[in-house]
T-cell receptor, first 113, second 114 residues
Framework: AQSVTQLGSHVSVSEGALVLLRCNYS??????LFWYVQYPNQGLQLLLK????ATLVKGINGFEAEFKKSETSFHLTKPSAHMSDAAEYFC???????????WGAGTKLIIKP | GAVVSQHPSWVICKSGTSVKIECRSL??????MFWYRQFPKQSLMLMAT?????????EQGVEKDKFLINHASLTLSTLTVTSAHPEDSSFYIC??????????FGQGTRLTVV
């Protein structure tokens, strides 16, 4: 069975600082990994995904994530936070034979001026 | 990228009435769509998997008679909340399975039952 753990329900960073949102997963087979963002009262938007190939994945809005199999992690980073990055971020995993997504609990990113 | 349109984006209804939410894949065909529910400050909870032309598969604890799902075509799935009650108030989101193992999400529907 698959599972996803996001460390920290809330993360607060200053504008211009590094953003790091942590995601660890468990899967008995090679996973697909995703990061989604949800702005208030809006649907989910895909930030980036890892399926195969290069383990460092670049997404939209300057975000990137690195798949580390040895650490079973897929942490999301951005070098410099903007006020517009304030949102809730969800990490998710799926198994290739079944596109059903297993979700982390989400991390709310707060940007301080 | 592929677009999934969900309608309505928000709805207020009286207790005891039914509400239908539509999920459409606008530029691709989706044999499988998923319906999620999100409680405040919590993650998404998968309610059911909707398969075109067959009965939906419901997750444990989800009442199939209360949350009716119909996936009559390759571009449309509907979720009907029957005899809604205030505890059904939530944010409902659909997703459609696209190519490359990517799920495309609708905008979500905020249901408030008064």
């Amino acid at each position: 069975a698959q599972s996803v753990t996001q460390l920290g329900s809330h993360v607060s960073v200053s504008e211009g600082a590094l953003v790091l949102l942590r995601c660890n997963y468990s899967s008995s087979v090679p996973p697909y990994l995703f990061w989604y963002v949800q702005y208030p009262n809006q649907g989910l938007q895909l930030l980036l995904k890892y399926t195969t190939g290069a383990t460092l994945v670049k997404g939209i809005n300057g975000f990137e994530a690195e798949f580390k199999k040895s650490e079973t992690s897929f942490h999301l980073t951005k070098p410099s936070a903007h006020m517009s990055d304030a949102a809730e971020y969800f990490c998710a995993v799926s198994v290739r034979s079944n596109y059903q997504l297993i979700w982390g609990a989400g991390t709310k990113l707060i940007i301080k001026p | 990228g592929a677009v999934v349109s969900q309608h309505p984006s928000w709805v207020i209804c009286k207790s005891g009435t039914s509400v239908k939410i539509e999920c459409r894949s606008l530029d691709f065909q989706a044999t499988t769509m998923f319906w999620y529910r999100q409680f405040p400050k919590q993650s998404l909870m998968l309610m059911a998997t909707s398969n075109e032309g067959s009965k939906a598969t419901y997750e444990q604890g989800v009442e199939k008679d209360k949350f009716l799902i119909n996936h009559a075509s390759l571009t449309l799935s509907t979720l009907t909340v029957t005899s809604a009650h205030p505890e059904d108030s939530s944010f409902y989101i659909c997703s459609a399975e696209g190519q490359g193992a990517e799920a495309f999400f609708g905008q979500g529907t905020r249901l408030t039952v008064v």
